[in-house]
């Protein structure tokens, strides 16, 4: 089964300042990994997306995130924040899409709040 | 870019009452959709996988019959909460496969997009 961890359930930070939200993942199989953003009662925007390749991803709005194999982990990162940038993150996995569908399976999110 | 539709957006209803949601795919098939249901503050738990003229997967735990899935077209995914009560308010969420890529909005085989939501309140 695959599963995946956020370590930090919410990530005060400054404006301007750079930020790191942590995702592990689990997975007894090859899987794809996500980043999507959810803003207070819409649905979700992908962020950005790994299914090979190079390791460091580069998304929308600025975001990045590098897959590492070794420590099963899919950081992202924005190297300076802004106030729009306040929401909740879900990392996800998912498997490939001849494997049930390729269905997603989310992290428990983490709330990024930035602060003036 | 490609839109998936949800409707309602909004309902509330009696307990009792059943209700449907439905999910729409307007710039391209898709032969699997997943429905996702999200408490306030939690994250999206996935209910089942949604099957073009099949069966919908439902996840351990899951009650299929009390959480209806019905996909009969490549375009349109639906999802009825039987006898609802106030336990089943939450938000629901849609997403769809695309299952060919389409020329329009460049959309490619096997890409993911998500429905905005349908928030479900049973009084």
């Known amino acids: 089964a695959q599963s995946v961890t956020q370590l930090d359930s919410q990530v005060p930070v400054f404006e301007e300042a750079p930020v790191e939200l942590r995702c592990n993942y689990s997975?007894?199989?090859?899987?794809?990994l996500f980043w999507y953003v959810q803003y207070p009662n819409q649905g979700l925007q992908l962020l950005l997306k790994?299914?090979?390749?190079?390791?460091l991803v580069k998304g929308i709005n600025g975001f990045e995130a590098e897959f590492n194999k070794s420590q099963t982990s899919f950081h992202l990162r924005k190297p300076s924040v802004h106030i729009s940038d306040t929401a909740e993150y879900f990392c996800a996995v998912s498997l490939p899409i001849y494997n049930q569908g390729g269905k997603l399976i989310f992290g428990q999110g983490t709330e990024l709040s930035v602060k003036p | 870019g490609a839109v998936v539709s949800q409707h309602p957006s909004r309902v509330i209803c009696k307990s009792g009452t059943s209700v449907k949601i439905e999910c729409r795919s307007l710039d391209f098939q898709a032969t699997t959709m997943f429905w996702y249901r999200q408490f306030p503050k939690q994250s999206l738990m996935l209910m089942a996988t949604s099957n073009e003229g099949s069966k919908a997967t439902y996840e351990q735990g899951v009650e299929k019959d009390k959480f209806l899935i019905n996909h009969a077209s490549l375009t349109l995914s639906t999802l009825t909460v039987t006898s609802a009560h106030p336990e089943d308010s939450s938000f629901y969420i849609c997403?769809?496969?695309?299952?060919?890529?389409?020329?329009?909005?460049?959309?490619?085989?096997?890409?993911?997009?998500f429905g905005e939501g349908s928030r479900l309140t049973v009084l």
């Open positions: 997403s769809a496969r695309a299952s060919a890529p389409t020329d329009r909005f460049g959309v490619r085989a096997g890409e993911l997009f």
């Open positions: 997975s007894s199989v090859s899987v794809y």
């Open positions: 790994y299914l090979s390749g190079s390791t």
